[in-house]
């Protein structure tokens, strides 16, 4: 067992640090027991609002409904955009650095006002109005952010679908939240590699024929498709628009975007989070997890297509007027120095990325660090999933030099912004924990029961109270949401995820403990691997579950039963890879396929995951009771042939 090592505050770091503890403890307590009081104060401070709030907060868990700044007048891209215009109007707003080394743009606020309220000009033309849905798949280029942009700035609602998601996934997507205009590029470009958007897109939009719109950026200039009736050249379009588009004047609880996320059962959802909420949690948890300092140059390595990329990457940052950094490649190209390369070349002051990404770079050892100088760095995080110590310290030893704190932020799409993390300059650290609930939080531990467990202790986490970037709806389908978050554990919302709790309170998120996967820190649920798998003709029977993974921190582990007489084959394997990439995209392809004649059921047909899961994970000593199975004598079997790891 790895020996963990608390780190307490450093104080050379403290001294100019927004938030000491006593401060943390006053404010928490505050928040809790004077909420309306202590969210009203942050709103005000901010964000900027046309028209003020008639009621803080109200909320009832048990109709899944929450509303914060009732009545309240504001507008998401104002506050990210315009409101810093007379003060820092020519600070750079956007650093884009290109997959190529030598590509990169600097964009000030002024001109991110300018391409926003062309694009929002060129999206009113084509009809787009307040509450219609816009897709935007795109790569990592700043017309992702103005897309974004644009559409809060007229009040349509945003859907980012992820780049690396297949033509069906996409497809699925602008079906399920009626999307009628579509925003993309020709080409992406990561790793050297042309990823083919607009080819996928035209795919999707075979299905979809209320699509009227496909706005197309010119990224590469590579061989697209044309439909003259549908598309149109983005920088064409844009070039003919105004500079001047005022910004849509949107209720508090107007919808503000929607953003599908993997559950445990059926398709994605279309997870809607609304205006004022949002950017509070996106902009506070900005500033005081990420410890924001005026100046500061701050790099999320997320893509804009997760939750991570809306909050740390547009919202959060340009709501408090920083300088966000935007990268469209990937940490190993042209090679794994890359990152400390454009930290350095852009005087990077916070990084925050994902454990996978860390224990990637740490398989690479500390040559490429090293050979760059990370002197500009002050703060590093990490998102996505549990970091292991052992990658903890690594970072922090390694990449940090010992000196910047590590900020383990533990949220969720659904959250909208971090839930449990450090302040930095205030708590001890500990690799491995989240540690402590941000303001307004309320965590507890449940059993199976609900029944909520004090002190030191291991459970399901949920969280007893509302908070405002919570999510306030399951896109078109409201029971889903009550279902899947307000129903296990009445009057509470559920995670998904278990934690451990130790003497000082602290909170060690272990993981979901629902049928969802986090792969790269990329969510997804064993069912829609399942249903893609059972797809192919030949398959009779699939189960999926997670295995850990040293660098993915999960890999997919797929058990197939075929049909009677088919036999397996290595071309049969790479085929259902296939159908994978097909129906969801890459990320989602099993890492190891299992040819299972029989699978573990219970005598009424259950297919029993725990006994798959611990196979997988090669945990034979821990089965647990296998003689309640109709058929025992299949795991025999499936340890016999376990797929190699
Ligand atoms: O299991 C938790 C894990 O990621 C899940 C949320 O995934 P998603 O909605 O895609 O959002 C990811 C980025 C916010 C959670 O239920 N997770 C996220 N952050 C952490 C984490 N697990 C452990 N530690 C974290 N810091």
Redesign the pocket.
């Known amino acids: 067992m790895y020996e963990i090592k608390n780190h307490p505050v450093d104080p050379a770091y403290a001294k100019d640090a927004n938030l000491t503890l006593e401060q943390y403890q006053a404010w928490y307590k505050e928040s809790l027991e004077q909420p309306d009081q202590f969210w009203a104060a942050r709103a005000e401070q901010f964000l900027t609002w046309s028209k003020p709030w008639s009621k803080v907060n109200e909320y009832d868990f048990s109709k899944g409904e929450a509303t914060w700044f009732k009545d309240g007048k504001l507008n998401a891209s104002y506050n990210c955009i315009d409101r810093h215009l007379a003060t820092r109007g020519d600070q750079v707003a956007i650093i884009w650095e290109g997959d190529d080394p030598n590509d990169d743009a600097k964009i000030t606020y002024k001109e991110l006002h300018e391409q926003v309220c062309r694009l929002s000009n060129a999206l009113k033309q084509r009809g787009v109005k307040k509450g219609d849905r816009v897709c935007i798949y795109m790569p990592m280029i700043p017309e992702a952010a103005y897309a974004m942009l644009a559409c809060t700035r007229v009040g349509a609602v945003h859907s980012v679908v992820f780049g690396g998601f297949s033509p069906e996934s996409l497809k699925d997507r602008i079906l399920d939240s009626d999307c009628q205009v579509l925003i993309t590029a020709d080409e992406g470009v990561r790793g050297g590699r042309h990823i083919p958007l607009k080819e996928n897109a035209d795919k999707a939009l075979e299905h979809c024929p209320d699509v009227h719109t496909c706005l197309v950026v010119k990224r590469t200039g590579g061989d697209i498709a044309w439909h003259d009736n549908r598309d149109i050249w983005y920088h064409e379009l844009i070039a003919q628009m105004s500079s001047d588009c005022p910004a849509q004047e949107m209720d508090s609880e107007d919808p503000m975007f929607i953003l599908y ?2 559950g445990s059962t059926g398709k994605p959802k279309g ?1 809607m989070h609304t205006t004022a909420g949002y950017m509070l949690g996106s902009a506070m948890t900005h500033k005081y997890i990420l410890d924001y300092r005026e100046g500061d140059i701050f790099w999320c390595t ?1 893509d804009v297509g ?3 990329g809306h ?1 740390y990457i547009i919202y959060g940052p340009l709501a408090n007027g920083a300088t966000t950094v935007m990268f469209e490649g990937v940490p190993t190209y042209p090679d794994a120095s890359r990152c400390w390369q454009v930290v350095d070349k852009h005087k990077v002051n916070t990084f925050y990325t994902a ?1 996978t990404a860390i224990r990637a770079l740490m398989s690479q050892g500390e040559g490429p660090v090293k050979q760059c100088s990370r002197a500009s760095i002050r703060l590093l995080g ?6 292991n110590p052992e990658a903890w310290e690594w970072y922090y030893n390694v990449v940090g030099e010992a000196r910047c704190p590590i900020v ?8 909208g912004s ?1 839930m ?2 450090p302040l930095p300059g205030a708590f001890t650290l500990k690799p491995g924990s ?1 540690t402590l609930p941000f303001f307004g939080i309320e965590p507890a531990l449940v059993d199976g029961e609900g029944n909520e467990l004090e002190g030191a202790t291991e459970g399901n986490l949920i969280i007893k109270r509302s908070w405002p970037s919570q999510i306030r709806s399951v896109y078109g389908d409201h029971q889903r949401c009550i279902d899947t978050y307000f129903s296990t554990y009445p009057g509470s919302y559920f ?3 278990g934690a451990r709790r130790d003497e000082d309170g602290y909170y060690w ?4 403990v629902d049928d ?1 996967l ?1 792969v790269s ?3 997804m649920g064993t069912a829609e691997i399942e249903s893609a798998l059972v797809l192919h003709k030949a398959v009779a029977e699939a189960a999926v579950v997670g295995y850990p993974h040293d660098i993915k921190g999960q890999g997919v582990y797929a058990y197939v039963t075929l049909m009677s007489g088919i036999q397996p084959s290595e071309a049969l394997r790479k085929e259902l890879l296939d159908v994978v990439s097909k129906e969801i995209g890459a990320i989602a392809k099993p890492d190891l396929i299992q040819w299972a004649p029989g699978l573990p059921k219970t005598r009424s047909g259950k297919i029993m995951r725990r006994i798959l899961r611990k196979i997988a994970a090669n945990e034979l000593d821990t089965l647990g009771d296998t003689s309640t199975l109709a058929d025992p004598s299949v795991v025999n079997d499936l340890i016999d042939n376990r797929a190699n790891q």
């Not at 990490?382 to 970091?387: A, Q």
């Not at 383990?408 to 959250?415: A, I």
């Open positions: 996320t993997s997870v997320a997760w939750i991570t909050s454990p990490t998102v996505g999933e549990p970091i383990d932020t533990w949220w969720q799409t659904e959250t971090v449990i993390a989240a995670t998904g995820d998120i272990t993981g979901r969802v986090n820190g990329h969510r």
